[in-house]
């Protein structure tokens, strides 16, 4: 999905793209790096999933030894995979949130209007999931109410700031293209289906056959342990994140209108905190040395190893032999008239129909030509003997899809049947592909990255992100090691303010002088505006010199 979104934002706009913070985050870094559209989006799940890590660290480093630092970055940077793994704007706004919160242990006001901006830019990412941050900081303003009133005013002021910051930021995006709509997942076409119990039962399904992933369980005992360990606004923020996310698990089981599953890998508190009860542990462990270094061994071993079985699992989301196909079905395209409609049928002899058609529609989407992305209907043949309520469903939407197609072009659709999404049938006037056989050179093709390539672009994004997000982090920070521990987040949100206001402007993101110009004004605006205040503040500084009146 971010591919096609990345693709589609670069010759249309960021207004046709529903959510805009990652692919104009992705489109600023291919362009200021030279990378393809997969290695950029590949190493934003990398060097974020490190920033996650590396925010977490610098949070509680006031609050604990740099062992219990290092200790919560290897554990909320490992549970990262979750949303590595292809929830890349949860991601970005669960980085905004740590760098925020490690900002607000400044009590400067710059430092909570830097908050604010680092939400807003998070929020840019994923705005649901902006709320569910506003919420835990105006959860963790309330508790600090009554003992602390000037922070709890600072935590609401950042949060209600990078609300109204985020609405501007949605709102100044330019006249362009007009958004897409189509489902990008089988959740989003249960939902438009109305098939409201068989969302409610995937959603439980994936909670209940996925806990071996997250390990929760062993991590929560711990993090109940450490609830107490956390000083000042981090800690209220960690306290308020725990108390949120449990709340959120159990509402969204309760009444089945969210996945609960997305409230855990959110919920980076956890093993934050329980970093910091392995603290405490060794603490109360520490004279028998050999019982400690076992305890907290195991421990930590099994809350890694939740992450480390993720990792194991995952699976690519195309194959090549997908993107050839499409790569073939291109070289069609290319010759027919721009506005037709492009119809593929998916297809598959057993009733998992829903997720492969929503997937094969991200993969189509991300392998067509940019201008002709809109033009793609994916559409699920009649099957005999399948009588599922999803099958029927997917069937009766896609052709209403495909006829709203055909009417607003006035024109009727081109067919593909391309053999990795339909080996099963073979209409009339279709265009049939079946890869490898053909040898083909289309037009504005999706390009395979290697490991070695997603591996060296991730070392630049990194390089890049944190060299735009340190003047910003200093700014905030009077202690360089927690800025420098926290600038790949704010450099990724810096990054993502600076492209939605100059594609505000009409400049075009996707040539490479609007990249550049995005990256430019990101990282020197930071630093800039650090020179002013370090000028100003020697100026106050310097002492006034009273002159005796003359005679």
Excluded: C
């Amino acid at each position: 999905m971010y591919l096609w979104w990345t693709r589609l934002a670069g010759v249309d706009g960021l207004s046709a793209v529903e959510r805009p913070g990652v692919p104009a985050l992705t489109l600023v870094l291919q362009g200021t790096l030279g990378l393809s559209v997969v290695q950029a989006t590949a190493a934003i799940e990398v060097v974020l999933g490190t920033g996650v890590g590396l925010a977490s660290a610098a949070l509680v480093r006031r609050s604990t030894t740099r062992w219990g630092a290092a200790l919560a970055g290897l554990l909320a940077g490992t549970f990262a995979v979750h949303l590595a793994a292809g929830y890349v704007a949860t991601l970005t706004t669960a980085a905004a949130l740590l760098a925020a919160g490690t900002l607000l242990d400044d009590q400067r006001l710059r430092a909570a209007v830097l908050a604010a901006l680092v939400l807003a830019g998070g929020g840019l990412a994923h705005p649901d999931f902006h709320l569910l941050s506003i919420a835990i900081l105006l959860v963790a303003a309330a508790t600090a109410w009554r003992s602390e009133r000037v922070e709890a005013l600072r935590i609401a002021a950042a949060a209600i700031g990078g609300g109204a910051l985020l609405g501007l930021g949605l709102l100044a995006g330019r006249p362009g293209g007009p958004p897409i709509d189509v489902d990008t997942s089988k959740d989003a076409f249960l939902r438009r289906a109305g098939l409201g119990a068989e969302l409610r039962s995937a959603y439980l399904d994936r909670f209940v056959h996925r806990w071996t992933r997250y390990v929760q369980w062993v991590s929560v005992p711990l993090a109940i342990v450490g609830l107490g360990a956390g000083r000042g606004n981090p800690g209220r923020i960690l306290r308020a994140w725990f108390v949120v996310t449990f709340v959120g698990v159990l509402a969204a089981l309760v009444t089945g209108w969210l996945p609960p599953d997305r409230f855990v890998t959110f919920g980076f508190a956890i093993p934050i905190l329980a970093a910091l009860g392995l603290m405490w542990t060794w603490r109360r462990l520490q004279n028998r040395r050999e019982l400690a270094y076992g305890v907290i061994g195991v421990l930590t071993f099994l809350m890694v190893g939740g992450s480390a079985i993720a990792w194991n699992r995952q699976e690519p989301f195309m194959s090549r032999d997908e993107v050839t196909a499409v790569s073939i079905a291109n070289d069609e395209i290319s010759g027919m008239k721009p506005g037709t409609p492009l119809a593929f049928w998916v297809n598959q002899p057993n009733d998992q129909v829903s997720f492969l058609a929503t997937r094969a529609g991200n993969v189509i989407r991300a392998g067509v030509p940019p201008d002709r992305i809109r033009d793609v209907v994916v559409v699920v043949p009649p099957r005999e003997g399948a009588q599922t309520p999803q099958r029927l469903a997917l069937e009766r939407l896609t052709r209403a899809d495909l006829r709203a197609a055909e009417e607003r072009a006035g024109r009727s659709a081109n067919v593909f049947v391309l053999g990795p999404f339909d080996a099963l049938d073979h209409p009339e006037d279709a265009f049939v592909v079946d890869p490898p056989a053909i040898d083909v050179h289309p037009v504005d093709p999706l390009e395979e990255a290697s490991a070695a390539e997603i591996a060296w672009a991730s070392i630049a994004v990194l390089a890049l992100l944190s060299v735009v997000g340190f003047g910003w982090a200093r700014i905030g920070l009077d202690d360089p090691v927690r800025a420098v521990a926290i600038s790949p987040a704010v450099g990724a949100v810096a990054l993502i303010l600076a492209a939605v206001g100059l594609d505000a402007l009409g400049i075009s993101l996707g040539r490479t002088a609007g990249a550049v110009a995005a990256s430019a004004l990101a990282g020197g605006g930071g630093y800039l505006i650090g020179l002013v205040l370090q000028r100003r503040s020697r100026t106050n500084a310097t002492p006034q010199v009273e002159q005796e009146p003359a005679e």
